[in-house]
Nanobody, 118 residues
Framework: QLVQSGGGLVQAGDSLRLTCVAS????????MAWFRQYPGKEREFVAT????????YYTESVRGRFTASRDNAKNSMYLQMTDLKSEDTAVYYC?????????????WGQGTQVTVSS
């Protein structure tokens, strides 16, 4: 199970931090990712993290503004979002799996709304 927190309504240029906490004892054996979903659209990847968190891949639109990380000792994963833009408005999900396609992920957080007003 993945439980998310964070998100909310902010203004353009502001920052937000999302947190995802996993239950169980094998968090460090799974690759993880952050996805987001716009209304009426499919989920798209934002960042993928290796098991250790040493390798992270970002979608182009967030590179340099978002920082993903994980703390395996705390079974937690984070998405620090800075310089937020209106186009970042979406529901954000953490997920367990591999690759860039949502279909490759089997466990999802409940989602959290991020709204950026311009």
């Amino acid at each position: 199970q993945l439980v998310q927190s964070g998100g909310g309504l902010v203004q353009a240029g502001d920052s937000l931090r999302l947190t995802c906490v996993a239950s169980g004892s094998s968090f460090n054996t799974y690759r993880m990712a952050w996805f987001r979903q716009y209304p009426g659209k499919e989920r798209e990847f934002v960042a993928t993290l290796s098991r250790s968190g040493s390798s992270i891949y970002y979608t182009e639109s967030v590179r340099g503004r978002f920082t993903a990380s994980r703390d395996n000792a705390k079974n937690s994963m984070y998405l620090q979002m800075t310089d937020l833009k209106s186009e970042d408005t979406a529901v954000y999900y953490c997920a367990r799996g591999n690759g860039l396609e949502a279909a490759n992920y089997d466990i999802w957080g409940q989602g959290t709304q991020v709204t950026v007003s311009s």
